[in-house]
């Protein structure tokens, strides 16, 4: 235990080594290295373990760490004269909660792989990437300040594009890929920008450095680098409005989804707003900017996926409700809750994740118009799927119910509308996923497929996930004292009203959908515009094409005409066709008539004697030249 | 300081002749008047100088005619090559290397 403790980077390194190794191991070997590879995520979980078990909230706690350190070393990783850039890691229960949600869920989504992917071409690629994923993302949660955040941020990224255009021959999954990174970006050159400002407004780029020079900055500035950040975190965990790319981003193969779409790499933003907490403490409004964007992206995400005919566009559209739910419980202040929820919801949401591979794999479609009855099929997918469902809809005493509570609490304290916002959005919630529960497993088959469940590789996975799923809620108090706080008594209010309106979304998904997904139209004839308008993701798309793609596209190609076309290749062509006219003006002289050239021969004769007999000139011509 | 005058318009009327003439043969004769003008002159400044061995300056003028001589006859020889197998004698008409 003792090298788990003291060598965190192991976590970092020995997944990247695995990744190289998978990567030239090939595809010849991928079907033995796949179960290597899963060395690599087990020992981020060990480490996590470990460390957790090790730090003390008790005691010698620098900002923004929560808890004592466990190891903590940093290195000039670019030198120019006084100047250098540092990059290192620590360890605190913060880190150590993420490394464990990171191992766990990486592990189970590699064991699940070996049988979604069976079959498929470039399982080697596909290792590699988890394995190169997991790494990075484990150097994004282990980094002690901006700079080493900052590349981890963009190498997850990275993978995430590469993951999404896993099959790349596929059109729609190239384009899903690029709009990810395209709209991702954009949030990181808020990342960036904030990054630069703090480090020059502080010298600091480390975590303890820049917070220990916080109460030094002027109010307008702390605020100016909270909403930065915020962008940052609002690209990378999909909040309005650059959540655009997450449910296109569904074009992967699943259990990527469920790794990086729906349990670690999107709600890396909501890590790094708890990371950096006292930036955002000491600015009300940046807090009240990340209230009001949590709380709108919760409600209208969570009124999107109930329209939904893709199960997996529910479940995209579900963690971008989930997400904003996080980053409501931020703005209000509540960042221990929005970290447990974040926890839960790894769980919980990567057990649907997997569930819906089961479930696509198995019956061959992703439209749960053409699913039905597949609970009596695939029993153990349906079984930990409805552990997965209850447990988002926020059913007692399942993980969701008791993360939801303590972020509702928190809201409720900070903002009442935020509050009453966030408990129709949570009705909502438990109204989507019990449609999709019920148009999946129950009624009667509407597909063609002979439906059938998977291998033991891909139960096990769920049925590890749907554990704490189930319990994680029992650990509540004790996440919120390992994360510094004081655990908080269930308020029965909010409790009370959160089973309300769970069992409300319950009660009405179930009874309007138990005849079949033909509800769907009776829904659409009675709230016409709005049930389009909600199937199209309220038009973001469409507003996005009009508001920044079509208007960028029309710059480039002006600037294709004007500048391009017409400057450069203005200057290029027209020196051609200077250069030509010259040279068929100078070509007259060329006539081969050698007594042409003669008046020259005697001209220069001339000249040179004029040269020689006029005193002086000569020594004056040769300074000319630069004798 | 007559003699350079002499020679100097010696000189002028053989460039002439290579600019104006269009028979090749001319044009040789021309630029046999220019070196005849060029000898003209070295054995004239040998003899007004006095500084130079006059006879050895005679020598180098004869040499100097033997060459012209010589050269002559090698152009003479090519011209009449070059006519018979084209039947081009003047200048303007070999001109075969144009830009």
Redesign the interface.
Known sequence: MGVLLSAPWIAIALPLALALLVAVGGSRLAPFMRWVAMLGPLAVLAIGVASLGATSETGDVVAPFVSTTTAAASTAWIKVGDFALTIGYAVDALTAMMLIVVGFVALMVMMFSVGYMAGEDGIARYYALLLLFTASMTGLVLADGFVGLFVAWELVGACSYLLIGFWFNKPSAAAAAMKAFVVTRIGDVGLFVAIAILWGATGQTSYIGSMAALPGLSAGLVTAIGVLLFVGAAGKSAQFPLHTWLPDAMEGPTPVSALIHAATMVAAGVFLVARVWPIFAASPTTLTVVLFIGTFTALSAATIAVSQNDIKKVLAYSTISQLGFMFAALGAGAWRAALFLLIAHAAFKALLFLGSGSVIHGSGTQDMREMGGLAKKMPTTAVTWVVGAAALAGVPPLAGFFAKDEVLHGVLIASPVAFGALAVAAAFTAFYITRATVLTFFGSHRGSAHAHEGGASMLLPLVALAIPAATLGFAAAAIAKALGGEPEALSLTVAGISVAVATLGIVAGYLVYRHGPDADLALENTLGGVWRASRAGYFADTAADYLFVRPFVAVAHSTDAIVDRGLFDGITEGSVVVSRRLGQFF?????????GY??FA?AGVVVLIALAITPGLLDLTLGWFGR | MSIVVVCAALFSLGVYGVMVRRDVIGILASIEVMLGAATLQLVAFAMSSGVADGARTEAVGLVILALAATEAAIGLGLLVSVARRSGRGRLDEMAEVEG
Do not use: A, I
């Not at chain 1, 070509?587 to 007594?595: E, I, K, S, V």
């Open positions: 070509n007259r002289l060329q006539t081969g008539d050698y007594q003669m008046p005697v």
